[in-house]
DNA sequence: ACAAAAGTGTTGACTTTACACCCATGG
DNA sequence: CCATGGGTGTAAAGTCAACACTTTTGT
């Protein structure tokens, strides 16, 4: 079917994702290059527009595939930006997700980019970004804040398990504010979200610290 | 500029709206009858394809104005519905909204539509719906359970105030669920919100009962 | 031996839950 | 006068917040 109306010209729709770090503290968000025009040069969020004849899910997959190599990412819907010239060259309307991925995969991603560069950037250290991104980095972050004490996203960081003390001043970076560690410490583990591993590592301390992983299971609620 | 790459061809965006209500403890929303293909004649959500020439927000209160004559009333984002042939016309890639109206704006309704029909519908009594309109309905809800418990989206339910008994039962009637008496009226009175307006109704009881209304702040957390 | 971070327990404040009785009105 | 739902208080349980000392290791 051919559209005719004007109204209706020319739509796209843009999938965007905020994707999340947090290393030594630091939260970083994972920026691309952007190669082409517009905004050739420019660093962005990773995504773009997708194709007619898949799911917005795949296309979301396929975007960041091409655009940073990264896999096997759980994303979840964050917002709808809708403004009719958030785009310049036609209309557009940007959907962004929001995930949360580890660090060792941190540095696998180099390697396997299309993009003409990605890195990280740390979140109060964000250039000046193609489209709105600069203003969909900010929502994703209040979103992700949410998500990490109403849900175990962080899960994903931690692959190989973590110590208390680790997630909790990942926890800190995150929402910008310290924790007891003692209360902490009983929270999280009254969750039954994570068992200990009885083995021990060395994370900041002098003192080894208890190595925990989360639990398989899926359940996803009310973490903190 | 003109699109050619058919993988970015005829893509749309539906704007739809999940507009809820309570009376006499049964939840219902609002449904407009189609009056024109594809789906003509079938009950679907109001909503439609947003324009070239409008925010999104834009589209979204024209749809609804248009379809159901209903304005000024606060949506918030809930969904996006993304499935290649979601629509079987051209690739519409759907965005959810929802909100909740009070009933005396229900009465108002069928004098200010434009499809051929609008009415409300008890959520387990739902026709067979246009698109995938079905499930944005069970989506919705899910949301609307949500957001009683983390906001205080009901108080357009009562712009001329209600009695505690009589909100009670609209929270069970959206949450199937039963609450203490006593203990309700302590925790709503606690959260600051509402105030006693020294007037007294009728509602259910033989016992008058308080008249209460919403402060006029906008505060919008943690209810209940 | 000491510096630095890990680990642990208790108490008081607060919140939540459970529960029983009296009150005002309409029939 | 009685049936119906409205309004109130209290005690026990549970959760949250604050807080200080001991343990293990590297230097």
């Not at 962005?44 to 898949?54: C, F, K, T």
């Not at 990280?120 to 004490?149: G, M, R, T």
């Not at 068992?195 to 080894?208: A, L, M, R, S, V």
């Given at each position: 079917?051919?559209i ?64 940073t ?6 994303l ?11 785009s ?6 940007g ?17 396997t980019?299309k ?29 992700l ?5 109403n849900s ?35 929270k999280?583990?009254s ?23 989360f ?10």
């Amino acid at each position: 079917m051919e559209i005719k109306n004007p109204l209706y010209f020319n739509q796209g729709i843009h999938v965007i994702a905020s994707i999340f770090t947090v290393e030594k503290g630091i939260v970083k968000v994972l920026l691309v290059r952007r190669c082409n025009e517009p905004f050739k040069d420019k660093w962005a969020l990773p995504g773009g527009a997708l194709y007619n004849n898949e799911d917005l899910d795949d296309g979301l997959k396929r975007e960041l595939k091409e655009k940073t190599g990264i896999t096997n990412i759980d994303l979840e819907l964050c917002n709808v930006f809708g403004k009719v010239n958030r785009s310049n060259i036609m209309r557009m309307v940007g959907i962004s997700y929001l995930g949360v991925i580890d660090n060792e995969r941190v540095s696998i991603l180099n390697k396997t980019q299309k993009t003409s560069d990605a890195d990280w950037f740390a979140i109060d250290n964000i250039p000046d970004l193609a489209y709105d991104h600069n203003e969909i980095i900010k929502d994703s972050l209040e979103k992700l804040k949410e998500s990490i004490v109403n849900s175990n996203i962080l899960r994903t960081l931690f692959p190989n398990g973590f110590t208390i003390p680790e997630i909790q001043k990942t926890y800190e970076a995150i929402l910008n504010k310290n924790f007891d560690r003692r209360n902490f410490r009983r929270k999280l583990l009254s969750l039954g979200l994570i068992y200990d591993t009885n083995k021990e590592i060395n994370f900041e301390g002098k003192k080894p610290a208890k190595l925990y992983k989360f639990k398989e299971e899926i359940s996803n609620k009310n973490v903190l």
